[in-house]
């Protein structure tokens, strides 16, 4: 299937003349098309294949980013999006065909880009 795609610089939008059929989408931001029903069963809240979203509410419709994986008590991960337009957040869950790569991207980012430098945690580490 052939698509071509534009970009809006206001919204940060990306348009695909891409026709998806029935019970499929067209991501806004990749262009990527899914199944708006994954594997895992229930309905998809975002992107399997860079994880944005749309965020779905009257007064707002702008993409959603996504900027974090939780893992709440129950150990199902979540995406944490924020959207580019009014800073909301929100969570969806990490389904089976979702790119291993960026969930695991989001994983560890806090363990690669520490908020303090490395060498204070050796130091700390060493005086105990």
């Given at each position: 299937?052939?698509?071509?795609t ?18 499929d989408?067209?991501?806004?931001w ?9 594997p ?18 009257p007064?707002?419709?702008?993409r959603?980013?996504?900027i974090a ?11 944490i ?13 990490v389904?089976g ?15 690669a ?12 580490v060493?005086?105990?």
């Open positions: 299937m052939s698509h071509t534009s970009h809006d610089p206001l919204s940060n939008h990306r348009y695909t003349d891409t026709e998806p059929s029935a019970g989408f067209a991501c806004g990749c262009g990527a098309v899914a199944s708006a029903y994954p895992d069963g229930g309905r998809r809240g975002h992107c399997p294949s860079c994880l944005h979203a749309r965020h779905d509410t007064s707002c419709d702008a959603m980013t996504p994986v939780a893992v709440p008590r129950d150990g199902d991960w979540r995406v999006h924020r959207c580019v337009r009014c800073d909301a957040l929100s969570d969806r869950p389904n065909d979702d790119n291993q790569l960026v969930v695991m991207r989001m994983a560890v980012r806090p363990l880009q520490p908020p303090f430098p490395l060498e204070a945690f050796a130091f700390a060493g005086a105990v």
